[in-house]
T-cell receptor, first 110, second 114 residues
């Protein structure tokens, strides 16, 4: 079974730009979660989607948004990038409450 | 604020020793508990899950759960240099507000020296 894929793997943007990250979960998994990982804050939950519906959301500003498509692929978008958005963004493919992480997208904001 | 705390480390053990990693959580209603391993520059990799009080063994790894004490631990027997990584404890609090959400500890850095 193929694992979780995330694209792109690395991204460099400048302040004020927006970015879209993509995640394809493990085949058959309908739930996808997104996390932000930084050295200072660790892993922080962004949101979770199941069957194209956002079921849960973490404490991030509205600049962070996401969506899920009918094939379970998910995207997250960050608008008006700030320096503090530099982080590893992780997507997890969920089977029940067990989460399997993708390789992540490393975002650097200059 | 629901919290997950891990022994801060870093933890250094000699090859062949037992490494003990500890985690406490604040939400007494928590249902599911996980240990992940994260190598530098990589994403977290699931090692074990545990749901019931007691021990769960998988190869060289043993997870221990004590819900009364709100405590989870991971023991790594016969530690190898390849076990050197950051170990993350994660908790699912259960209930409708926990969909797809794990709360992570800050991680414990383990170094196994030859």
């Amino acid at each position: 079974k193929a694992g979780v894929t995330q694209t792109p793997r690395y991204l460099i943007k400048t302040r004020g730009q927006q970015v879209t990250l993509s995640c394809s979960p493990i085949s058959g998994h309908r739930s996808v979660s997104w996390y932000q990982q930084t050295p200072g804050q660790g892993l922080q939950f962004l949101f979770e989607y199941f069957s194209e519906t956002q079921r849960n959301k973490g404490n991030f500003p509205g600049r962070f948004s996401g969506r899920q498509f009918s094939n379970s692929r998910s995207e997250m978008n960050v608008s008006t990038l700030e320096l503090g958005d530099s982080a590893l963004y992780l997507c997890a493919s969920n089977e029940g409450d067990t989460q399997y992480f993708g390789p992540g997208t490393r975002l650097t904001v200059l | 604020q629901k919290e997950v705390e891990q022994n801060s480390g870093p933890l250094s053990v000699p090859e062949g020793a037992i490494a003990s990693l500890n985690c406490t959580y604040s939400d007494r209603g928590s249902q599911s508990f996980f240990w992940y391993r994260q190598y530098s520059g990589k994403s977290p990799e699931l090692i074990m899950s545990i749901y019931s009080n007691g021990d769960k063994e998988d190869g060289r790894f043993t997870a221990q759960l004590n819900k009364a004490s709100q405590y989870v631990s991971l023991l790594i027997r016969d530690s190898q240099p390849s076990d050197s990584a950051t170990y993350l404890c994660a908790v699912n609090e259960g209930g409708g507000t926990s969909y797809g959400k794990l709360t992570f500890g800050q991680g414990t850095i383990l170094t196994v020296h030859p």
